[in-house]
């Protein structure tokens, strides 16, 4: 099993950015897949995700209206359109993937059963 995310860049208040993940090896599918972020000296939080079987959607407040998950559901990718990007917006962006089903504690770290490594994202003029 793999999550590989790409797409984490340097950008500027008010700016765009598109974060991908290629999810691969899983043989039996998953439940659900999202993203996580985590700011130096925070907690990992959940940002957004999105159940496979009805595509059923989650975003944090904090990110409501700005941010779009979205599923390519033949090529096993999920993306992360990023908008009207804040300085703290700032982070190390993971993908995750859950395959038990249901949503509690989904938005938690112990909430997710796969993780990628990470790409970072940074918002700053």
């Known amino acids: 099993v793999q999550l590989v995310e790409s797409g984490g860049d340097l950008v500027q208040p008010g700016g765009s950015l598109r974060l991908s993940c290629v999810a691969s090896?899983?043989?039996?599918?998953?439940?659900?897949i999202g993203w996580f972020r985590q700011a130096p000296g925070k907690k990992r939080e959940g940002v957004s995700y999105?159940?496979?079987?009805?595509?059923?959607?989650y975003y944090a407040d904090s990110v409501k209206g700005r941010f779009t998950i979205s599923r390519d559901k033949y090529n096993d990718r999920v993306y992360l359109q990023m908008d009207n990007l804040k300085p703290e917006d700032t982070a190390v962006y993971y993908c995750?993937?859950?395959?038990?089903?249901?949503?509690?504690?989904?938005?938690?770290?112990?909430?997710?059963?796969?993780w990628g490594k990470g790409t970072l994202v940074t918002v700053s003029s």
């Open positions: 999105i159940v496979t079987d009805d595509e059923t959607t």
């Open positions: 090896g899983f043989t039996l599918g998953y439940y659900a």
């Open positions: 995750a993937a859950r395959v038990r089903t249901g949503v509690v504690g989904i938005t938690t770290r112990d909430g997710m059963d796969y």
